[in-house]
């Protein structure tokens, strides 16, 4: 079965620091892995996905993530962050098993400081 | 814009009521999901279609039903609804097959539920 693991609830850096958002997951398939983003009172929107093409993929709003394979991780950066990537971040794994499913991560609300 | 149609945005309604939310998928999609968004209980799946057909379940209540009808529109029902009810419902939609591309999951912008 998949599970996914997002390893900070929150995370707090200041504006035109790096962003790190941490994610494991576990899954017996060749996962499709996906971010997406929520600012608040609104609906998610995807970020980036990784489907088994470059390891390495880039989203939208400067924001990328490293698909590592041996560690099971799929962690979130940006360079710099600003003050409107305050949100709430999920990481979500899907693939084939138990009839093509997708399991969304608890969620990292990022706060940025001035 | 996401193309994942939910209404109504915001809803008013009494304990032991019961609502009805419903949702239009992208067009071409064949998968709808509904998930419940509340502040104790995080993002929270609840149901999955496709093509009409349940295709997963999780955290739904008995109180709870959802279905897909043939134009592929979706509707969940909340039925003797009680204050731990109130939250933001989602739907979202995918194209729903295993295929190379990854299975994008396109989410609406959600109906407010506010049980009092």
């Known amino acids: 079965a998949q599970s996914v693991t997002q390893l900070d609830s929150h995370v707090s850096v200041s504006e035109g620091t790096p962003v790190l958002l941490r994610c494991n997951y576990s899954?017996?398939?060749?996962?499709?892995l996906f971010w997406y983003v929520q600012h608040p009172n609104k609906g998610l929107q995807l970020l980036l996905k990784?489907?088994?093409?470059?390891?390495l993929v880039k989203g939208i709003n400067g924001f990328e993530a490293e698909f590592k394979k041996s560690e099971t991780s799929f962690h979130l950066t940006k360079p710099s962050a600003h003050m409107s990537d305050a949100a709430e971040y999920f990481c979500v794994v899907s693939d084939i098993g138990g009839g093509f499913k997708t399991i969304f991560g608890a969620g990292t609300r990022l706060f940025v400081k001035a | 814009d996401s193309g994942v149609t939910q209404t109504p945005k915001h809803l008013i309604t009494a304990t032991g009521q019961r609502v009805t939310l419903r949702c239009s998928p992208r067009?071409?999609?064949?998968?709808v999901y509904w998930y419940q968004q509340s502040l104790d209980q995080g993002l929270q799946f609840l149901i999955q279609?496709?093509?009409?057909?349940?295709?997963a379940k999780g955290n739904i209540l008995e109180r709870f039903s959802a279905q897909q009808f043939p134009d592929l529109h979706s509707e969940l029902n909340l039925s003797s609804l009680e204050l731990g009810d109130s939250a933001l419902y989602f739907c979202?939609?995918?194209?729903?097959?295993?295929?190379?591309?990854?299975?994008?999951?396109?989410f609406g912008e959600g109906s407010w539920l506010t049980v009092v």
């Open positions: 990784y489907t088994s093409a470059a390891t």
């Open positions: 279609y496709y093509n009409g057909e349940e295709r």
């Open positions: 899954s017996s398939y060749s996962p499709s």
């Open positions: 067009s071409g999609d064949l998968s």
């Open positions: 979202a939609s995918s194209v729903g097959r295993a295929d190379p591309s990854g299975n994008t999951i396109y």
